[in-house]
């Protein structure tokens, strides 16, 4: 389930951001890193809806800080012009 919109769509459709046992949060295209996990679309505005409600604080149970937030936001984007832009719709 996207952490942003909660479309429900299969794993292999969405991103992957894990908080790995060091405590680093990351995304995960793999979706094999160990670490609690959570899932995004790559819609925009799943993306905005992150930073904007916090969500990945909340999903990880702990602060995560604005730098992050945006270094996600890239990788997001990233991943999303190396699958073709495939999930946004």
């Known amino acids: 389930m996207c952490l942003g919109c909660g479309a429900r769509l299969p794993k292999r459709e969405m991103l992957r951001i894990v908080k790995t046992t060091e405590g680093e949060i990351k995304t995960d295209p793999t979706g094999k890193l160990n670490g609690r996990g959570c899932y995004v679309c790559g ?47």
Do not use: H, M
């Open 43 to 89: 819609k925009p505005e799943c993306t905005a809806l992150l930073r904007k409600k916090r969500k990945l604080s909340q999903s990880f149970g702990c602060e995560v800080p604005a730098d992050t937030y945006d270094r996600i936001s890239t990788e997001i984007n990233e991943w999303l012009t190396e699958n073709g832009g495939q999930n946004i719709e």
